[in-house]
T-cell receptor, first 113, second 114 residues
């Protein structure tokens, strides 16, 4: 079984640019969530989606947005990048109410210069 | 509101010694609790989870954790440390399994001394 797939694995962007990160959940999982992990800290919740509907939003500015597609994959978009957006972005594939619950991908390492 | 506190940002133990990583939680309702491990430049791997069944939870790689409601704790233990256990460990809590965000602690970096 394929796990959670995130792309790209690494990318470097310049301040002010826009970035799109992608996540494909485990087959059969209908919910995904996104987390930001700054170096040396625990992951912080950004968004959760279930069946294409936003189920939760963390304390992040409006520069951050996301969506979920009919095949349950998801995109995280960040506009007007700041140096402080440099982090590991993790996607969790969620089996609501069962199994391991939250299965994480390997993440996308974003560096803003 | 929910939160977790991990006491000790860095823990060092000798190979073969007991591993004890501490996690205390705060939750207004019965919590679901998780321990994840993160190796350098990788994502999070689930070690074990508490979902209100048995209070002593056994996970992968010989780890286990005990849910103690009276102490609001969910400490992670392993009887004998291996070099391969060196990693970052995160405790996390949610109030609604799968339907709500995970709230993570700040992590504990475990170093194994040969």
């Amino acid at each position: 079984d394929a796990g959670v797939t995130q792309s790209p694995t690494h990318l470097i962007k310049t301040r002010g640019q826009h970035v799109t990160l992608r996540c494909s959940p485990i087959s059969g999982h209908k919910s995904v969530s996104w987390y930001q992990q700054v170096l040396g800290q625990g992951p912080q919740f950004i968004f959760q989606y279930y069946e294409k509907e936003e189920r939760g939003r963390g304390n992040f500015p409006d520069r951050f947005s996301a969506r979920q597609f009919p095949n349950y994959s998801s995109e995280l978009n960040v506009n007007a990048l700041l140096l402080g957006d440099s982090a590991l972005y993790l996607c969790a594939s969620i089996l609501v109410g069962g199994g391991d619950g939250y299965t994480f991908g390997s993440g996308t390492r974003l560096t803003v210069v | 509101a929910q939160s977790v506190t991990q006491l000790g940002s860095h823990v060092s133990v000798s190979e073969g010694a007991l591993v004890l990583l501490r996690c205390n939680y705060s939750s207004s309702v019965p919590p679901y609790l998780f321990w994840y491990v993160q190796y350098p430049n990788q994502g999070l791997q689930l070690l074990l989870k508490y979902t209100s069944a048995a209070t002593l939870v056994k996970g992968i790689n010989g780890f286990e954790a005990e849910f103690k409601k009276s102490e609001t704790s969910f400490h992670l233990t392993k009887p004998s440390a291996h070099m391969s256990d060196a990693a970052e460990y995160f405790c996390a809590v949610t109030q609604n399994f799968g339907n709500e965000k995970l709230t993570f602690g700040t992590g504990t970096r475990l170093t194994i001394i040969p």
